[in-house]
């Protein structure tokens, strides 16, 4: 591979086989091929095979296998025949869980791929990272991530974050020019390197090395990737297998003890220990509480919510407070100039909507022509060159902004104008540029004039503008400012942000010609002020009910917008967010209050206004003291401390910056607040899946332990054998949790509290449950029991009656389980098609088996009739009917 960087940039090109304009489409298809995909090593999931054989990884399925070796010697064959059956069953049903699980999880990865920014057939074009090849041209931005090894041929003001790959702590500073091959990998200032980020400027590059052949790729080769974690739930689910495990000892080393004190079979007893054991333990409850998660995350994503950390899908559960950026979150992002003014006092208004460059200027009512108002046409001219959004024509027909949506509003406005900005460009070339930061709130651009000498327009936040002001262009004059007219300009910026405007204010410089760059020190002073636009951005139509549904979920909204007080109010007004007492806060404000009185007040404040990256990070602070759940957005390189520090850091999919996006825990591909409490919903909903499938598996468990405990102890006949109680398992738990796990959302979910994240999976409402439905199970299957040994003492009978009617219970108790609160026919009985699919596979696995001789003899049982079949679906539906009537007298809300 050549040391491009000691390349000059045309020879890079040459040895590319490729221009500054990028590759056509079909070449970079043809290059795919051949390098392969821009990705780093991963670890290799494991094989089917060995996910297959990792089912049976369990000391109790160790103990079946012996204790099945023990059946064979001691004779009984046909029962170690029936549990290598079921383990083998057993195994299918969790290999089948795992292998979907993991291909969910894969292709949630695809969806929060890293994008690049590339010119593909002369037009810009997003493309996934993964598609890169060498030869491709990158354009690179503040907060991007690198996504290749890539050698610069324009860098301006470009720095980049290399602490990743060089551990360098400060931004480096990028140039293009050729170094010498001994250069260190850390000095090579004319590479940009694959997994840094653009700290600074802006650039352009192109790609020298994909995937492995990278400088990361290559370190990424040597290490073993680091495990999924797990997510807090999975975490307290695994401490609760754990302590079931320690009582499912207990229970098996009880009956062996119990049946040896009434002088029962120490083989029988030591496998109706085991099988008590494996019982009582739900082994499934890993596997299922992962197709729980994998499938919410799932539904998530295609609802425009993409979980990037598997904690948040818990937490979402309990957020308690959103703190949500206002444009294109709460707003359409969809930014058009209304109005404005000059500083030579022509005041206009503008119509047309949107991107599309149609629409006309007014002056009191009158259209005009650029002709007509040259202090317009200046005005414009500033804003359309200091801008970096393009206006792009879709084959479609449609139009859309590359960039900045405020900026490309400008462009839009300035078209509408006469004003092209490609022929701007042209006549006035852009030499240097001083980038928008949050904290100097204002861009510049140095351009070559066409009559000669050189000018630095600077556009900003109006009252940002003005300041670095000292005088004001009047017609062709330039006039030295002075109060009257400043306050003439406030005044009137005050009056359009009243009207929920965004401002943008313009101004311009003369410098010597033989300037090639600028600082901030050179434009902060001496500017002539040329006037300001007002532009909208209508509130999104479903973010208003979306912030309702909220409220009603108890979850609190708080707006955060760098935008002027005045236009966040009005917005927020219209949205609903300002109740009774709530305050806007501006930035200035924030930064005299102390941590303390900022906690104290903040439950008061609805909205943040002229607020910048760092204050969102006091913000989150202060709610937390308060002991609050908190959820942030945000899109830009400085979010991501705040979006980090928050309980739930949510960034934009669509205006993000990658930096922002790797700091999130979720990512919204469409930029929306409706899409945020959708999430929520969601999220609520998979804790809620998850505690189904844990109080079904526990009831029904507990509910059969019982009932060895119990006979034993009474002294009874045994009534179910070890073989029994693997098959039910099978059959029940089996076909039962992976349905439960696709339920759908309870109507209303969201009118409940948040959740406390401290609250444990198995609280007291669930335990009671549990415990209420396993003494159901207790009490009918013994009285089912004792009627038979009542009635046949001397056959098999009774055994088959509590055998069936075991399994029935099941069938009838996850229905129980679908919903809490609601009964079965209101939710109704077909609205999970999955879970009545399961319950009758069970019906019919366990009608067969009793039908069937080799079950039979198996399972020591025999065929029932008609009217016993009835009697066992009539009693195993108690544990429905005892749950319905709950439901119908304790209502919902209640959490027994």
């Known amino acids: 591979m050549p040391a491009w960087h000691t390349l000059p940039v045309k020879e890079v090109f040459y040895k590319l086989d490729t221009t500054p304009d990028g590759l056509a489409t079909a070449e970079a298809r043809n290059r795919l091929l051949i390098h392969g995909l821009n990705e780093l090593p991963k670890e290799k999931p494991p094989s089917p095979i060995l996910t297959f054989l990792h089912q049976f990884r369990s000391p109790l399925i160790y103990v079946l296998f012996f204790a099945a070796l023990l059946s064979i010697v001691s004779g009984h064959t046909i029962d170690s025949l029936i549990i290598f059956t079921v383990l083998l069953l057993n195994a299918v049903i969790g290999f089948l869980q795992e292998y979907r699980a993991e291909r969910t999880l894969e292709a949630l990865e695809e969806l929060s791929a890293p994008r690049a920014t590339v010119l593909r057939d002369y037009e810009e074009e997003k493309i996934d990272a993964a598609e890169l090849v060498p030869g491709d041209v990158v354009l690179l931005e503040v907060g991007d991530r690198v996504p290749a090894d890539c050698r610069l041929f324009l860098a301006i003001n470009l720095r980049t974050d290399e602490s990743a790959l060089t551990g360098e702590s400060m931004p480096v500073e990028k140039q293009v020019n050729p170094l010498p091959e001994d250069t260190p990998l850390a000095e090579r200032i004319n590479m940009v390197y694959s997994g840094t980020t653009v700290a600074y400027g802006r650039g352009m590059a192109v790609v020298v090395a994909t995937g492995r052949q990278t400088e990361i790729g290559r370190i990424a080769s040597e290490v073993v990737a680091e495990p999924r974690a797990l997510t807090p739930v999975q975490r307290k689910l695994s401490r609760l297998a754990g302590q079931l495990g320690i009582a499912g000892l207990a229970v098996a080393i009880s009956i062996i003890i119990a049946g040896l004190v009434r002088n029962l079979p120490l083989f029988q007893m030591f496998f109706l220990g085991v099988a008590a054991a494996v019982s009582f333990i739900p082994e499934g409850l890993p596997a299922a509480i992962t197709i729980v998660l994998a499938v919410g995350i799932q539904r998530m994503a295609k609802n425009c919510a993409v979980v990037r950390k598997l904690p948040a899908v818990e937490t979402l559960g309990s957020a308690t407070v959103i703190c949500s950026d206002k444009t294109g979150t709460l707003t359409k992002n969809e930014m058009t100039v209304r109005q404005g003014y000059t500083s030579s006092g022509t005041q206009f208004s503008v119509t047309g909507e949107g991107y599309v460059p149609a629409g006309d200027f007014y002056v009191h009512g009158h259209g005009v ?33 590359l960039g900045d949506p405020t900026e490309g509003a400008l462009i839009v406005a300035g078209d509408k104008l006469g004003l092209k900005k490609h022929e701007l460009e042209t006549t006035q070339p852009r030499i240097d540029e001083i980038p928008f930061e949050s904290e100097k709130r204002y861009m510049a651009t140095l351009h070559n004039l066409p009559e000669g000498g050189k000018r630095v327009y600077v556009k900003g936040a109006p009252e940002r ?30 009056e359009m942000a009243a009207n929920a405007l965004r401002l943008l204010a313009a101004a311009y410089k003369d410098v010597p010609p033989e300037t090639v760059e600028i600082e901030h020190q050179d434009v902060e002073h001496d500017l002539v002020f ?9 509130p999104r139509d479903e973010a208003r009910v979306a912030i309702q549904a909220a409220r009603t979920a108890g979850i609190r909204v708080i707006m955060v917008t760098g935008d002027h007080p005045d236009t966040a109010r009005t917005v927020a007004e219209l949205l609903g967010l300002l109740e009774e007492g709530m305050r806007v806060v501006d930035g200035r404000t924030l930064d005299k209050l102390t941590d303390d009185q900022l906690t104290a007040l903040i439950g008061s404040i609805a909205v943040f206004a002229r607020a910048e990256p760092e204050h969102k990070i006091r913000i989150v602070r202060a709610l937390k003291r308060q002991g609050h759940i908190v959820a942030m957005t945000g899109d830009g390189v400085n979010d991501a401390p705040a979006l980090k520090l928050a309980d739930i850091g949510i960034a934009m999919g669509l205006t993000g910056t990658d930096v922002a996006k790797e700091a999130a825990d979720m990512v919204l591909l469409d930029d929306n607040f409706a899409t945020i409490i959708r999430a929520v919903e969601e999220g609520r909903g998979i804790f809620a899946n998850i505690r189904r499938v844990v109080t079904y598996l526990l009831s029904t468990n507990i509910g059969e332990v019982l009932i060895h405990l119990t006979t034993i102890l009474s002294g009874l006949p045994i009534p179910l054998m070890p073989v029994q109680i693997l098959w039910i398992n099978l059959v029940t738990d089996g076909f039962s949790t992976v349905p439960l796990s696709l339920e759908r959302k309870e109507a209303g979910i969201l009118h409940e509290p948040p959740r406390n994240p401290r609250e444990p999976v198995v609280n007291k409402p669930i335990m009671k449950r549990i415990t209420r439905a396993a003494i159901i199970m207790l009490v009918g299957t013994l009285a089912l029991y004792l009627w038979g040994l009542q009635h046949h003492p001397e056959s098999n009978r009774p055994r088959t009656l509590a055998f069936v009617v075991m399994v029935f219970f099941q069938v009838f108790n996850v229905f129980n389980v679908r919903s809490f609160n609601y009964s079965l026919f209101r939710i109704g009985v077909l609205s999970n098609p999955y879970v009545v699919l399961g319950a009758t596979s069970s019906t019919l696995a366990q009608i067969i088996a009793v039908n069937t001789n080799f079950f039979q003899q198996a399972f020591k049982i025999v065929p029932l009739t008609l009217a016993e079949w009835l009697l066992c679906v009539a009693i195993a539906s108690s544990v429905f009917w005892v749950e319905e009537i709950r439901k119908a007298v304790v209502g919902r809300g209640s959490p027994h």
Request: contains cysteine.
């Open 369 to 401: 022509t650029r002709e007509q108002v040259p202090d317009v046409e200046r005005l414009f001219t500033a804003l359309v060159l200091c801008n970096n959004a393009r206006l792009h024509h879709e084959e479609s027909g449609s139009w859309r902004i």
């Open 465 to 494: 503008v003005l300041a670095m002001c000292c005088s004001y262009s009047s017609g062709e004059r330039v006039l030295p400012m002075n109060p009257d007219k400043m306050n003439e300009f406030v005044i009137a910026n005050t």
């Open 530 to 538: 040329l006037g300001a636009v007002g532009m909208i951005d209508p």
